[in-house]
């Protein structure tokens, strides 16, 4: 009988090896193989198992399985259970399955459920009927990256990107291991195996290169859909003569020559599913006449195919010198690999430590060699290139699971980070300006969480007098002469405790993160529970709260911080972290962390006097802080340093906020302005709610018949959508022009032009009054103008379309969709979006729940933007016929040039 074998290794945390893991290996009627345990370093030893023969697996016709399947169960204590099932096995092959080993809450709480990982049927077996891969329709422009990146990591939405999926992030390398194990056979021939992976490769640096799904506003560079990218099968066991090439391929790729970014490989199994690409059964045969990887790629794509090897890798601290490090060597280098090592080793004690000398003697070999069997690198005890970055990235990623945000490695980002410490040779003082000014600032504001006091600076290589302030402050906490003057003592010293400090923790306010989608709650594990615990932890320092440690494990001292936390904000205190509290918690650590409020005070709470120029302190701080949110989302707002410092710029920053939502625009921050701004903030940072339809319009003033303008359009268009829901009030406009900005000639028999205010908007406002108990006057006055803006918000939340359960397709459906639609119109609605965004460059995808966001909304927009319609984000009639032409060309051609509307195309 055929044999193969199966390894195993158990790691926590993407890394971190754990031993005496209890293995069980089954078979497909779960009678038990092999049991064993992990050793020192999680690993085990290769267990040999029955296979088919290995030709099933080189014959393109075959319909039985050239693998045998297996499952692995795996319990050790502190951790919750592990059950892989479905690991491929192949004659002649070993397959490693790596147990990523979650802790359990160590307090007595219930056992949680297995971690359970189920391994589809290989792609090539069962391709989905779809091809692997869909080229896009050309690079987007203004989208590319600069230069071509070999990223450490890489983010993989686990879906189609319409759908609600998880993301899940690794190792470039994994990906690529992951992909090639899950697409390709690892009986194939080596040139062909080395063809497939350089097109894996590529196809995914492109994805990168010209930020595909960056640009359209997702978090992500790649889908594991076979329907736009590739297959990656998340847990799946990989196979260790794949994961050698991978070793060495990883940072190859194919590019056109004369250009610089990685061709887009489109692929296809070339059996089921054909292409014009590269046909994957079909490098068989072609390594099979003696063809090598590149001739194979060269026969599929062209003779202007050649291959590049980047040494541009994110995040790897020192790329490899050119050659082979062995006994004998010596200088720089080999004191890098020596350092990397002895960090390793505090995760791998079995490895050994090393005198950091430089010299590459016997005892660097035998630790280099634990290095290599531990991680499946070829064992000769050199440091080639794939012994150098397979060590460059076990280190970044043990430096990483350290701390909460990792060690940190001294940033080298010119100029503001640049860490070289070197005095610049002229004194710092008000008025100087520079790099070596942004450099200070820099520093100041890294420090700023260690030392009270301390202001927020902006880094902008200006000395005025806040960053003299922040220095006096630095000067007083180190035993300097306060003067606010940086002379190379203060600069040596700032420098050397801004050392210190990159070298903890990593001090950036990145780490906030979005909702991850589901509830945390006890038993709840990984990256999004030590977001809550971090944001807990510094909350704590301002407020009355339980400090908790920050793990990743959701237990109970977690669960009763997050309760005190509830409790004190006014939220159902029920200890589990749901979208409402995880948004709260984001803005009150933000709100902490930059130093927005003083003592105990709340965020939003407006200081009691007016804020205008010439203010200063943290109500003012606090108050740029969120004009400096909004300016992110509305470019009419221009943005704000938050300094603390009411000067021109912030004045007019209120100014065109006030003027956005209708208010007197004054540049005085008054109660009314204040409560604004920070309603506005909230919305922002907490993506408008979910299903909220967004701001109602902002009316102001009385408004009677003869008026005319944007306040009286605001009217109207608050009338028309509130009639929707209460038939005794009358709609002022046409029922097409919902919230869009119409041109109308002349007015039909039964509603006014927009914007003026007759007869029908005048009898719109007097039902309106009737409705509500208002004295019926057909004039827009105070109480009236309060009540419309409340019934406008209250409508807001009411699902305006959901009763209708019937869409036919590409029909208008006689209503205009616009923010707070729900239902099988807006699904309609956004299944043709995503048709025309699959082939469109600048249109992002919009997820396809039958609701109207914001997201929604903005895809919407490109659309209109693309194709010559006014942009409102609304769909009325021509929206909805352009939407529907772009969707039906997209099925057949490319959309780039046809995404225009109908009538244009007539003329």
Same mark, same amino acid.
């Given at each position: ?115 359970? =990982? ?40 686990? *879906? ?81 003569? !794949? ?103 505090? &995760? ?42 397979? !060590? &460059? ?33 002229? !004194?710092?003082?008000? *008025?100087?300006?520079?790099?070596? =000014? ?14 009270? +006091? ?11 007098? &806040? ?77 009355? #709260? ?28 029920? +200890? ?78 209120? #100014? ?121 006057? *057909? ?129």
């Amino acid at each position: 009988m055929p044999t193969g074998w199966i390894r195993v290794q158990a790691v926590s945390g993407g890394i971190l090896s754990v031993p005496g893991v209890d293995v069980e290996l089954r078979d497909g009627q779960n009678q038990l193989i092999a049991a064993f345990a992990t050793d020192e370093n999680g690993d085990s030893a290769p267990v040999r198992v029955e296979t088919p023969p290995r030709e099933l697996s080189l014959q393109e016709q075959n319909q039985q399985l050239p693998y045998s399947e297996y499952n692995v169960y795996a319990r050790a204590e502190g951790y919750l259970p592990v059950e892989i099932l479905g690991v491929q096995a192949f004659e002649g092959q070993t397959g490693l399955t790596v147990l990523q080993m979650e802790p359990t809450d160590l307090l007595g709480t219930p056992q949680a459920q297995p971690q359970q =990982v189920n391994i589809p049927e290989h792609h090539l077996i069962d391709p989905i009927g779809q091809p692997a891969s869909v080229a896009p329709t050309e690079e987007c422009p203004g989208r590319i990256l600069n230069q071509v990146v070999i990223p450490e990591y890489i983010t993989v939405h686990l *879906g189609a990107p319409t759908e609600y999926a998880q993301n899940v992030t690794v190792t470039f390398k994994n990906y690529i291991k992951n992909v090639a194990s899950s697409e390709i056979y690892p009986t194939w021939p080596e040139q062909a195996l080395r063809a497939n992976i350089i097109c894996q490769i590529s196809l995914a640096l492109n994805r990168i290169y010209t930020e595909w799904y960056l640009s359209k506003g997702y978090s992500y560079q790649i889908t594991n859909s076979t329907s736009y990218d590739q297959y990656f099968v998340y847990g799946r066991n990989i196979f260790e003569n !794949i994961s050698n090439l991978v070793d060495e391929l990883f940072s190859t790729y194919a590019r056109k020559s004369g250009s610089v970014n990685p061709f887009y490989t489109e692929y296809c199994d070339g059996n089921t599913v054909w292409c014009a690409g590269l046909k994957q059964w079909g490098t068989v045969s072609l390594a099979n006449q003696g063809y090598s990887a590149l001739q194979i790629l060269r026969y599929y794509y062209g003779n202007e195919i050649e291959l590049v090897r980047s040494t541009n890798i994110a995040a790897i601290p020192q790329s490899y010198p050119g050659s082979s490090l062995s006994i004998g060597s010596t200088g720089q280098a080999v004191r890098t690999i020596q350092r990397q090592l002895n960090r390793i080793a505090q &995760n791998y004690p079995s490895f050994g430590t090393l005198t950091v000398d430089g010299v590459y003697g016997s005892e660097t070999a035998n630790v280099v060699r634990n290095f290599q069997g531990q991680f499946s690198v070829n064992r000769d005890g050199i440091v080639g290139y794939n012994t150098w970055y397979a !060590i &460059n990235y076990v280190y970044v990623a043990v430096k990483r699971l350290a701390e909460l945000s990792g060690e940190g490695e001294a940033p080298n980002q010119d100029p503001v980070s640049n860490s070289t410490g070197s005095w610049p040779g002229n !004194i710092l003082s008000i *008025g100087s300006t520079g790099n070596a =000014v942004s450099r200070v600032q820099y520093w100041l504001d890294t420090v700023r969480g260690y030392i009270s +006091g301390l202001p927020l600076l902006a880094v902008d290589g200006i000395y005025g007098s &806040n960053t003299a302030a922040a220095v006096r402050v630095f000067q007083t906490w180190a035993g300097l002469t306060a003067d606010g003057v940086v002379g190379q003592a203060t600069w040596n010293a700032l420098y050397r405790e801004f050392s210190s400090v990159i070298l903890e923790e990593d001090t950036e306010l990145g780490y906030v993160t979005q909702y991850p989608g589901t509830v945390l709650r006890v038993g709840s594990s990984g990256q999004a529970v030590r977001s809550v615990q971090f944001w807990l932890r510094i909350i704590s320092g301002r407020y009355d #709260i339980p400090t908790v440690a920050v793990d990743g494990k959701y237990g109970t001292a977690t669960a009763t911080a997050v309760q005190v936390f509830q409790s004190l904000f006014g939220l159902s205190a029920d +200890g589990a972290v749901g979208s409402i509290t995880w948004n709260k918690l984001r803005q009150i650590f933000v709100t902490v962390a930059l130093s927005l409020v003083q003592g105990a005070s709340y965020p939003g709470t407006y200081p009691g006097y007016a804020l205008r120029r010439g203010s200063t302190g943290t109500a003012v701080r606090e108050m740029q802080y969120y004009l400096y949110v909004l300016s992110l989302y509305y470019p009419s707002i221009p943005p704000v340093s938050y300094d603390g410092i009411f000067g021109a710029a912030t004045q007019q920053a209120v #100014i065109a906020f006030q003027t956005l939502i209708g208010l007197i625009a004054d540049g005085v921050v008054g109660s009314a302005t204040w409560s604004a701004l920070y309603a506005a903030y909230v919305r922002i940072i907490t993506v408008e709610g979910a299903s909220r339809s967004g701001d109602s319009p902002a009316l102001t003033g009385e408004l009677e018949e003869q008026k005319e303008g944007e306040d009286v359009l605001r009217l109207q268009e608050s009338l028309q959508f509130i009639s929707q829901f209460y038939q005794t009030v009358q709609n002022p406009i046409s029922p097409e022009e919902v919230w869009v900005q119409p041109v109308i000639p002349e007015p039909n028999d039964a509603y006014d032009i927009p914007g003026e205010y007759g007869e029908y908007t005048a009898n719109a406002v007097a039902s309106f009054q009737a409705t509500f108990g208002l004295p019926v006057t *057909g004039r827009l006055d105070e109480q009236t103008r309060k009540a419309v803006m409340a019934i406008f918000d209250a409508a807001n939340a009411e699902d305006i379309y959901g009763e209708q359960d019937t869409v036919i397709a590409g029909e208008y459906p006689g209503v205009v969709l616009g923010k707070g639609a729900h239902g099988p119109l807006v699904s309609n609605l956004q299944q043709q979006t995503n048709r025309t965004a699959a082939e469109l460059c600048g249109v992002s995808y919009a997820a396809q729940d039958g609701v109207f966001r914001l997201q929604t909304e903005h895809t919407v927009k490109q659309v209109q933007d693309s194709s010559g319609l006014p942009v409102s984000g609304a769909v009325t009639r021509d929206t909805w016929a352009v939407l529907q032409h772009c969707a039906n060309h997209a099925e057949t051609q490319n959309c780039s040039a046809c995404c225009v509307p109908a009538e244009k195309e007539r003329k």
